[in-house]
């Protein structure tokens, strides 16, 4: 993943699909959308959908297919798709079979000080996604970052996805995207956990998809590497994050402006 990695320092990318992997259908559209996508944009696009959600609100909420069916999946999805793929992994003896299928493996925010799994991940030799957690500072990303790097991996990526204001909410301070970039690392914009309202619904999270766009350009503006974003054919009836779930229908308009930003960004 070495001329991935490459690219991502260079140029824009997007990280892009449903929370967790409802189905094998569901998978295998979103993706066949994507890819098209991506090809006509001539943007690079990572796949993204988790076999495992840990970190719900309630102890029945929608987690995911399980490891090794949703292996499977993401293995089919790079097979009919050409797409890499990118999913969570929340326990260090994941992080080698993850890695036998994932071209990225993501560190959940809530885990991203988690010693054990950043030397898993980082030893499998795949590009590392941490996202910031909701409760550290930008610059406190720095030490995770160590962690990978003196586990003998330098590609790393860090993402913010907003930091927690009072109760049920959360904020993005832009600021974020040029502090953690002093480290050395792209850096990834989550435009849709940004805008969720965790635990909002009492026994789920809600969430205000309408500001997607505005997050995401906003973060296009201030210089981000890429932008993650969940999508779903029908994100009202997703199983997962759907309040804060773009639909799938609307993704090549926001695709369309984000690259010309970027754009924009590379003529100033």
Known sequence: ????????????????????IES???ALQTAGTLA??????????????????????SVTSFRGP????GLEILAEVKRVTGLPVVTDIHHPEQAAPVGEVADVLQIPAFLCRQTD????????????????????????????????????????WLTERGSTYGYNNLVVDMRSIPQMQSFGVPVVMDATHSVQLPGGLGGMSGGQREYVPVLASAAVAAGVNGVFMEVHPDPDKALCDGPNSLPLDKVEALLIRLKALWELNRDC
Request: charged letters at 25%.
């Open 117 to 156: 799994l950043l030397v898993a991940a980082a030893k499998t030799g795949r590009i590392i996604n941490i996202k910031k957690g909701q409760f550290l500072a930008p610059w406190d990303m720095k030490n995770a970052v160590e962690k990978v790097r003196a586990s003998g991996n330098e590609q790393i």
């Open 66 to 69: 399980g490891m090794e069916k």
């Open 24 to 26: 094998r259908e569901i």
């Open 1 to 20: 993943m070495a001329d991935l990695y490459q690219a991502s320092r260079s140029g824009p990318f997007i990280l892009a699909g449903p929370c967790a």
């Open 36 to 57: 098209e996508l991506a090809a006509k944009l001539d943007l690079p696009l990572v796949y993204k959908s988790s076999f495992d959600k840990a970190n719900r609100t």
